[in-house]
């Protein structure tokens, strides 16, 4: 946000927080571990074209954050501060401020960072909260959104290189190599809602649409579903934003096995863009758990293909989507 630069006696001010979100494909456990030690922080924690030459970082409550940001021109901008929360891997909080050359405050930055599931990975949300000691720093807060989108970017680029990937996602190899990677898992939820219910929001479109899909930075492309042994059903959208940026992700699904309020089984593709990346048989279960309510129990058998690395994202999207259905059924 941009404001007209106020009279001196109005300071501090305190402009509209900024907030961020992206989806990064990795484990919580991975985008985590980037924000913990100066040799990850000093790969991204700047816009582009900026360099981290030096950082300090010591990971718990108290512990420092400090950030040298060298800008093209080769100007040093430090961040300064310290870790006012530590929760691993579900939140950061960190206190901020930047000083000027004569050691006044210029701004200071309450940054909340937070780590949640997501279909496709983990879901980054950074809320910066500010409180400007002078005038002229109205207008770099201005540019805020745009320099952490761009030190996202970087971000998702340095947890792909710890989790042995290029910045496309995929694991190195010779080009044209194949290979197969066997997972296995299982979930269970239960919901306060009769099996009926339940089958409902599993196997009807209207039901469906409302729960599978992958959050705010997932746009449909495309949706149908035939619910019947044979039957076919396709869920097409694209990714927004940083590196899933106009990505696409299409599932697949073949219905092989259908006993109304008790079990689904049924297999699937999944692609991102043109590139097939896994085929899975899934079995959905539903038993009763006292009156009212519902258990499911979903098993998945994966086979990941041709150097794709799932790192366990697919077991917490799926997850994602079970706590999303959860909240469909509570509508």
């Known amino acids: 946000m941009t404001q007209a630069t106020p009279p001196a006696a109005d300071l501090p001010l305190r402009p509209d927080p900024v907030r961020i979100s992206r989806t990064i494909p990795a484990l ?4 985590f571990k980037a924000w913990s030690t100066a040799e990850h922080v000093k790969h991204w924690f700047a816009p582009e074209h900026f360099t981290v030459p030096a950082a300090t970082v010591d990971m718990r409550v ?9 800008a093209p021109d080769g100007t040093d901008h430090w961040t300064r501060g310290s870790f006012a929360e530590v929760s691993p891997v579900d939140r950061l909080v960190l206190d901020l401020r930047v000083d ?4 006044r405050v210029l701004f200071t930055a309450w940054t909340e960072v937070t780590f949640a599931d997501a279909v496709g990975g983990t879901r980054l ?5 500010y409180t400007l000691y002078d005038p002229a720093m109205v207008a770099a807060i201005g540019g805020a959104p745009l320099g952490w989108s761009q030190t996202l970017d970087k971000l998702a680029a340095e947890v792909a290189r710890m989790d042995g990937r290029g910045e496309d996602g995929k694991a190195p190899g ?6 197969v990677v066997h997972a296995i898992f299982t979930l269970e939820r239960t919901y306060d809602a009769p099996a009926a219910r339940v089958f409902r ?6 039901a469906k649409s409302k729960w599978f899909g992958g959050g705010d930075d997932w746009v449909p492309l495309e949706r149908s579903m035939d619910f019947r042994v ?5 869920a097409r959208g694209r990714w927004t934003g940083g590196s899933h940026g106009n990505t696409t992700t299409t599932f697949d699904a073949l219905y092989l096995d259908i006993v109304p309020d008790e079990r689904i089984v049924y297999s699937y593709e999944m692609h991102i863009d043109a590139r097939k990346i896994s085929i899975s048989l899934a079995t959905m279960e539903l038993t009763p758990a006292g009156v009212g309510r519902t258990r499911l129990k979903v098993t998945e058998q994966g086979a990941f293909l041709d150097g794709y690395d799932d790192a366990g994202s697919r077991e917490h999207g799926t997850g994602f989507l079970l706590d999303q259905l959860g909240k469909s059924l509570a509508d």
């Open 62 to 70: 108290g512990g420092a954050f400090e950030v040298c940001m060298r």
């Open 28 to 31: 919580r456990e991975t985008v």
């Open 125 to 129: 949300d950074v809320v910066q909260t």
């Open 174 to 179: 010779a080009p044209g190599t194949r290979s």
């Open 100 to 103: 000027g050359d004569d050691g």
């Open 230 to 234: 044979g039957g076919k059903e396709r």
């Open 201 to 206: 929001a599993l196997s009807d479109l209207e």
